[in-house]
């Protein structure tokens, strides 16, 4: 397989979900897995979104900046960027967006990258303050997350779909973050409209996850929760 | 990571559930990822053994052959031999070996091989037929599985851990198989005992899950049944 088939996922949801929120792996080696992608800082510090092998932090405060290659994540996804299938969209709400996906293309049962850079009418992202240890769960620190909201901005909107029979080892259905222009505002969408914008789809024909294996929190965790779907979905969504 | 940190696996378990049998990777691009591994054949015809990059298959029939490079599977996994754990062991029940597993190592959250070579003193086996389009769910197919039985038997069996969390992707818990060094008994384990061996784990950092993007069927296939975990224990287990 090329590279860009591969999506590479460092940490597994569940992990997030009883709050191991512990950074397991540098930016440096997330980047060397891709240069597009998502996640969060060490201690569910805010938003990540990594564009053109730059890694930017949204913070719960709604400031951006750009992290260092020392800093760590404990959840990440990465790929190489090499759009699949391009399109350019007018006034579209997100919900008729991904009807569209999927009635345009077969693409239900596989992973698949969504990047759309243009003007949004509107956006509505959140992100989370950091965490101090013993760490909460992530349904509980969800709750203190901080709104912000924006309208007509240009930006890129980066995330992903996973069908939802990986629920628990992705945030199943669509999962995107967004960053504007002049890295001033963004973060994790919770909702969006598009004004103007160029929509590109990359499919992924493999799916690669890699566990921290060797951080005790993790390997010690009880990641067996009976309630992960709905956590997740309250935590998420 | 190190290539002996990988576990690869073509298809999801999910595809198996409602009747995608169709093979969709020839054994030749499966040994490309690994010499050592499980699976299945196309049309669920019988229980693949890989063992030294040999990919064997054991029929319905119960009868044991090698497998041809361009032949297909729709489903299998297979990681390069380089075990991280090893030790002798003697008179030991399955269920009693597994509980061992997890009291000596952390490894409940993460993926291993299991292999062990040696003496048993009891082995149970089944093996399903060929199956013929338009093929029946996995559940119904598994029925009509054959059951083997032999003590005293010198062979190897291999196979792998998934934790609970990861079912729907692979058969969660310890998934294994068995052949016997003479080449004329093996299958997928229902029960076994071990009388002397050495039992060798093999531990996995990331589990690249690849999948049949290409294959209409996959793309079309419904993959979300509600009674997923229900089915996938009726008939794995």
């Known amino acids: ?9 460092h940490g597994t949801l569940a ?10 792996q540098s930016i440096a080696d997330l980047l060397t897995h891709g240069d597009t992608g998502i996640g969060t800082a060490d201690g569910l510090d805010g938003e990540m ?9 949204i913070s719960g405060k709604g400031t ?8 760590l994540t ?16 007018q006034n579209i709400s997100s919900a008729d967006l991904e009807k569209e996906i999927f009635a345009d293309h077969q693409f239900a049962n596989q992973f698949f990258a969504i990047k759309i850079h243009g003007t949004f009418s509107h956006v509505q992202t959140r992100a989370i303050d950091k965490q101090k240890p013993p760490y909460p769960p992530l349904a509980e620190a969800a709750k203190s997350q901080h709104v912000f909201e924006k309208d007509d901005v240009t930006g890129t909107l ?8 990986y629920q628990g080892t992705t945030s199943a259905g669509f999962h995107v973050h967004f960053l504007d222009d002049d890295h001033t ?35 010690q965790a ?7 779907d709905k956590q997740i979905k309250a935590a998420e969504h």
């Open 64 to 71: 951006v900046r750009e992290m260092a290659s020392d800093e």
């Open 158 to 165: 980066i995330g992903y779909y996973s069908p939802d029979l």
């Open 15 to 24: 992990l997030l979900v009883p709050g191991l929120y512990y950074g397991t």
């Open 185 to 219: 505002f963004g973060g994790h969408i919770l909702a969006y409209a598009l004004t103007e914008g160029k929509v590109s789809l990359q499919t992924f024909s493999d799916f690669n996850l890699h566990l921290p294996v060797y951080d005790s929190h993790f390997v």
């Open 74 to 89: 404990p959840f990440a996804n990465v790929h190489f960027d090499q759009p699949t299938n391009d399109y350019d969209r």
């Open 49 to 57: 979104v990594i564009l053109a092998g730059h890694a930017y932090q």
């Open 1 to 9: 397989m090329a590279k860009e088939d591969v999506l590479y996922q």
């Open 222 to 228: 009880d990641l067996n929760d009976p309630e992960l």
